[in-house]
T-cell receptor, first 114, second 110 residues
């Protein structure tokens, strides 16, 4: 079946602009995660959603970052007033539910802020 | 503060067995240990998960000692295509917090 998809695959934006990154999880997966990965670095957890529960936003680096998940499926990560340090690959993953369940990752969106 | 620590890099040769150890001193009773593999320009991919003792699947084994303060991912007879970054992850059962290691870059030489 279809895996996790993300769009766009690449995004170049100017400093100060807002960007929206989209994630389509695997159908039926109730948990959805966003991560950030800077060049050559490990995974930085940003936020996760589990069903209709309030999301865990503990990893968001600043109030310029926000995310929503509509209808328990598609998720959008929004970065307002982008800064050069926001340049990274943004990865989305989904799993059947939160807990000891395998996470399936999308290919990521490479964001470059000029 | 929960933390997972793993070596930054390792080298090995084709046909060898490779063992990558992750330290997680503050692991709690019901926390799970998972390993992921990541190739360049791709998202991580699940390899194996365990809770205690030994788990084996078609690609790897995971050894967890009784105190569970560390775990070892074992890759048998590696090939060049096993060159990747390997991440250790501890899932905290109490609050579902994810504690990722910084990753081990494994380079397999011919």
């Amino acid at each position: 079946g279809a895996g996790v998809s993300q769009s766009p695959s690449n995004k170049v934006t100017e400093k100060g602009k807002d960007v929206e990154l989209r994630c389509d999880p695997i159908s039926g997966h109730t948990a959805l995660y966003w991560y950030r990965q800077s060049l050559g670095q490990g995974l930085e957890f940003l936020i996760y959603f589990q069903g209709n529960s309030a999301p865990d936003k503990s990893g968001l680096p600043s109030d310029r970052f926000s995310a929503e998940r509509t209808g328990g499926s598609v998720s959008t990560l929004t970065i307002q007033r982008t800064q050069q340090e926001d340049s990274a690959v943004y990865l989305c993953a989904s799993s059947e539910r939160t807990g000891a369940y395998e996470q399936y990752f999308g290919p990521g969106t490479r964001l470059t802020v000029t | 503060l929960a933390k997972t620590t793993q070596p930054i890099s390792m080298d090995s040769y084709e046909g060898q067995e490779v063992n990558i150890t992750c330290s997680h001193n503050n692991i709690a009773t019901n926390d799970y240990i998972t390993w992921y593999q990541q190739f360049p320009s791709q998202g991580p991919r699940f390899i194996i998960q365990g809770y205690k003792t030994k788990v084996t699947n078609e690609v790897a084994s995971l050894f967890i000692p009784a105190d569970r303060k560390s775990s070892t991912l074992s890759l048998p007879r590696v090939s060049l295509s096993d060159t990747a970054v390997y991440y250790c992850l501890v899932l905290m059962d109490s609050n579902y917090q994810l504690i990722w290691g910084a990753g081990t870059k494994l380079i397999i030489k011919p």
